[in-house]
């Protein structure tokens, strides 16, 4: 059966402490992956797009990296403002699958 | 530049009445979808469509229907609301069906009594 998994479902970070967020994923036929941030009250913003195991995407603090079976979100020095929940999205050959997202608070 | 816009932001319905959600996009892309999401669950597709004219269903499409008479447009329909309906629904749009981002309005939180 086809599943997108996020760990873990909630994470706290003290400002400055570099973590890392798992998506894992088993769909028959891999074409892309998708990270999205969702703040309270919006809809899902893109982050990065990753195709192939290997692949890695950086922005500002954020850097996705792919393999076969998961991908990860490293957050280096976050800061409050990187609160979110972070949503994870797996693109099947005909269908796109969405994890049920970590919510990452930022304390100062 | 408005990117996807939803409206209502939030919407309370008695059980089996009915009401449309509204979604345009300026961003004249041919990929439309509706989704819905619910504590605990990833988000699920409803329906989609990839161009005017053309819909088809998602994942979750009993009790919702669509249409979709230009690019920018796509309104969900709830023929006859049940408490199950009780979500917050996102409209999307992309450049294309598959392997493309999709871009998200705000969102409807919808609570059915």
């Known amino acids: 059966e086809d599943q997108v998994t996020q760990s873990p479902e909630a994470l706290r970070l003290q400002e400055g402490e570099s973590s890392s967020l798992n998506c894992s994923y088993t769909?028959?036929?891999?074409?892309?992956l998708f990270w999205y941030r969702q703040d309270p009250g919006k809809g899902p913003e893109f982050l990065f797009t990753?195709?192939?195991a290997g692949e890695e995407k950086e922005k500002e603090r954020l850097k996705a990296t792919l393999t076969k079976k998961e991908s990860f979100l490293h957050i280096t020095a976050p800061k409050p403002e990187d609160s979110a929940t972070y949503l994870c999205?797996?693109?099947?050959?005909?269908?796109?699958?969405f994890g049920t997202g970590t919510r990452l608070q930022v304390f100062p | 530049n408005a990117g996807v816009t939803q409206t209502p932001k939030f919407q309370v319905l008695k059980t089996g009445q009915s009401m449309t959600l509204q979604c345009a996009q300026d961003?004249?892309?041919?990929?439309m979808s509706w989704y819905r999401q619910d504590p605990g669950m990833g988000l699920r597709l409803i329906h989609y469509?990839?161009?005017?004219?053309?819909?088809d269903q998602g994942e979750v499409p009993n009790g919702y229907n669509v249409s979709r008479s230009t690019t920018e447009d796509f309104p969900l329909r709830l023929l006859s609301a049940a408490p199950s309906q009780t979500s917050v629904y996102f409209c999307?749009?992309?450049?294309?069906?598959?392997?493309?981002?999709?871009?998200f309005g705000n969102g409807t939180r919808l609570t059915v009594t």
């Open positions: 999307a749009s992309s450049y294309r069906l598959r392997n493309s981002p999709l871009h």
């Open positions: 769909v028959s036929g891999l074409r892309g």
């Open positions: 990753l195709y192939s």
């Open positions: 999205a797996v693109q099947d050959t005909d269908k796109l699958i």
């Open positions: 961003m004249n892309h041919e990929y």
């Open positions: 469509s990839v161009g005017a004219g053309i819909t």
